[in-house]
């Protein structure tokens, strides 16, 4: 897989480079005027462009920003992001008035040496994420006559067979950006030789969006913490009651034969933060897991779990850690998430954070990012990684002959 840094060797100046990146932000438009509320996506993208600017390339940012229905929506607009990607880079990063019409043809004919400007958002054209071939294959080449080069950076949208993200690699000679090569080597990492004890820590909501990398990592790992809402599938599988909390009843026998397969690996919680409904102001009740009321809501895992989850953590070498313990969003629901984060960056060696909401939530809890050894900016990605999966935006990079 040919790097940004061997094209930059080879000489980008002058030359037009189409990089995609990930810069699908979370956004507040509850004040009329949409606020970036997490920009870690967009830091994120900078190494690979600051290197391509400083090296004299004039830059075609394309990137998605929620899931609008394959046409213009203003509320999906990357005009926030282009504001504020021009802040971070202190440069104007105009914003094009389409995705690859006249009004992108126009923003890039504008370029100059180091400059950057940025497409709106590519799911404005419905071909991008298209099942068909030639409906995407069209609109891949209308992105590949606005470059010379292509630069895949976004390793959050690598597991789509999009149009810019897999058709237009073969249409130009293409790299891989620095973010997806490093998410690539630390998530290798994980897979091939992790240093052990190898421990990993699985959250969210449900557990049938989990199965997978679940049946894929527990002959790898020497433990397997679950907290989140997945938990209490479970929990019930051991045949205790979880009152009102979020159940996935079709996936009870499978969590009973996981739980079967897997020894003491699977280890899972021994009391929850329990509520009546999810609310900011939420009246909270601490319950052993054998003793959840009939009323109650299981909404974060409780303290005597985040000290046993701290305790499973902290002779690992190796941690993946993908997924909130709660609702941390909400105050009542916090510390589960906190504690487990607080566990994972104290590891002496390798600590990996999945991205999704484990990302956002190191970021919304204030925590420290330099404490963790890399926060991925993948969530699905790096879950479809690690269950072995082949990626489209990953292996069309593979291919060096374009």
């Known amino acids: 897989m040919r790097t940004v840094d061997e094209l930059v060797a080879e000489g980008v100046q002058g030359r037009r480079v189409f990089l995609r990146a990930d810069l699908n932000v979370p956004l507040d438009d509850s004040t009329g005027t949409p606020v970036i509320t997490d920009d870690g996506r967009i830091r994120a993208s900078l190494p690979t462009l600051q290197a391509l600017r400083e090296a004299g390339a004039r830059v075609v940012v394309a990137a998605h920003l929620g899931r609008p229905k394959g046409e213009p929506d203003p509320r999906y607009s990357l005009a926030p992001v282009a504001a504020r990607l021009s802040e971070l880079l202190g440069v104007d990063v105009p914003l094009a008035t389409d995705t690859a019409g006249s009004g992108a043809q126009a923003a890039v004919a504008a370029l100059e040496d180091g400059d950057v400007c940025l497409l709106e958002n590519v799911r404005f054209e419905a071909a991008e994420t298209s099942k068909d071939d030639d409906a995407r294959g069209a609109l891949a080449d209308r992105f590949a006559a606005l470059a010379d080069l292509y630069v895949d950076d976004a390793f959050g949208a690598v597991h789509r067979k999009h149009a810019s993200v897999y058709d237009v690699a073969t249409r130009l000679p293409h790299a891989a950006g620095r973010l997806v090569a490093t998410e690539l ?36 790992v020497d433990r397997l913490l679950v907290g989140g809402g997945m938990c209490f599938t479970f929990l019930a599988a051991q045949g205790h009651g979880v009152g009102g909390s979020l159940l996935e009843q079709d996936q009870v026998e499978t969590c009973r034969r996981l739980l079967a397969e897997a020894g003491d690996k699977i280890v899972l919680p021994v009391d929850v933060v329990c509520a009546e409904a999810l609310v900011a102001d939420a009246q909270v ?118």
């Open 185 to 220: 080597d630390v998530l290798t990492r994980l897979t091939e030789d992790p240093q052990r004890p190898y421990v990993v820590v699985l959250g969210g909501s449900k557990v049938s969006d989990k199965l997978a990398v679940i049946e894929a990592m527990l002959p790898k």
């Open 285 to 402: 009740t601490v319950t052993g897991v054998d003793a959840i009321p009939d009323g109650l809501k299981g909404l974060d895992v409780g303290p005597r779990t985040v000290e046993l989850f701290g305790d499973q953590l902290a002779g690992a070498r190796t941690v993946f850690w993908n997924g909130p313990m709660g609702v941390f969003e909400l105050a009542p629901f916090t510390a589960g998430t906190r504690g487990v984060a607080t566990a994972v960056a104290a590891v002496d060696g390798l600590s990996v954070v999945g991205g999704g909401d484990s990302a956002a939530a190191v970021r919304q809890l204030g925590l420290p990012e330099d404490n963790y050894g890399h926060i991925s900016t993948g969530g699905g990605a790096s879950l479809e990684f690690l269950e072995g999966r082949e990626l489209p935006g990953l292996a069309v990079l593979s291919d060096r002959a374009a």
